[in-house]
């Protein structure tokens, strides 16, 4: 009888299965070949699922029309068949067919033990529901340390056999490691990307060009987890310095609106706003040209390192 898995654990399964995901090489069969392939499932989408072989090497894999999916048969024959979508992440399995024509298997056979199955239906059933939660780091990191034997034990256990077993405990580990990694950098901010929104003399109205900055800047903001907005307005010294920092105040404010009302960014989303009023100038106020540039709204989109691993760091998209 397997032990339960607590949700934490198997959080701590998926930054398994994200290392398993990462730097492997992927094989490319060729078109017609017979092929049989026996190993783990590490990852599924739409058009099928990828297994790993005992040696590192991936294999792509789609169901062909009438793929036979069957449990391994005992002493007397063949096994039950079984529909596609218990085929999941976890899975040790065999799959015969051949290669297609974009390098991957089609497969006409697929096998795996009841066992088998039966762990990794019990481990996927938790996964996702973990999966979820893992945006929640910040508040789970403290649990995380310190639980990596049950992993281990279930993991010996779906497994079997001493080599399997001392193989899964040091993927297990190399995960272990690898979440760690990712709630030490939740709290780890970076930026994304910036946009510097103008604005006319003594105005707080944003412009066309401004709102078509801040509509992309929030469309990229809506693709990234874990992101925080941070907005800061600005003006130049045109007038008296009390009333342009209260200009600066409402810039920001004008640009927040937006971002609220036109896109629904939600307001846990948004991190810093302040009006800086003439400190803080870019250029010089003594021109025309510089004055231009400093009635300004920097925004900063920034994001958590630890839920972004491979955050693209990118300058203003409009410098002035």
Request: glycine share 10%; net charge positive; aromatic share 4%.
């Amino acid at each position: 009888m397997l032990k339960k898995i607590p949700a934490l654990l198997l959080a701590l399964m998926i930054g398994v299965v994200g290392v398993f995901a990462q730097n492997a090489q992927t094989r490319n069969l060729t078109s017609g070949q017979k092929y049989k392939i026996k190993g783990v499932v590490v990852a599924q989408d739409d058009t099928g699922f990828t297994v790993r072989d005992a040696v590192g090497v991936d294999t792509k894999v789609m169901l062909g029309s009438g793929a036979s999916i069957k449990t391994k048969g005992g002493f007397f024959g063949g096994g039950n068949t079984i529909p596609a979508n218990n085929i999941v992440r976890g899975l040790n399995l065999e799959v015969e067919g051949r290669g297609d024509n974009s390098g991957g298997l089609t497969a006409e056979k697929v096998r795996f033990g009841k066992d088998d199955l039966a762990v990794a239906r019990s481990i996927e059933s938790r996964v996702a529901p973990a999966e979820d939660r893992l945006t929640q780091a910040e508040q789970n990191a403290q649990r995380v340390s310190g639980q990596i034997d049950e992993l281990m034990a279930i993991s010996n256990a779906a497994r079997g056999g001493a080599k399997a077993a001392q193989d899964t405990a040091d993927a297990a580990i190399a995960g272990v490691n690898a979440t760690n990694q990712r709630i030490s950098a939740v709290d780890e901010y970076v930026v994304q990307t910036n946009q510097t929104v103008n604005f006319k003399v003594g105005s707080a109205v944003l412009s066309p060009e401004g709102k078509q900055n801040l509509d992309n800047l929030a469309q990229t903001a809506l693709t990234m987890k874990g992101y925080l907005i941070e907005v800061t307005g600005f003006a130049s010294s045109d007038g008296d310095a009390k009333k342009n920092k209260e200009l600066s105040r409402r810039r920001a404010q004008a640009v927040l609106d937006y971002l609220i009302e036109t896109h629904n960014i939600p307001l846990r989303r948004i991190g810093v706003s302040y009006g800086f009023g003439e400190a803080q100038a870019i250029a010089d106020n003594a021109t025309r040209e510089g004055r231009e540039q400093n009635r300004r709204v920097e925004v900063k989109l920034t994001v958590s390192k630890g839920l972004n691993q491979n955050v693209e760091v990118r300058k203003d998209e409009n410098p002035q």
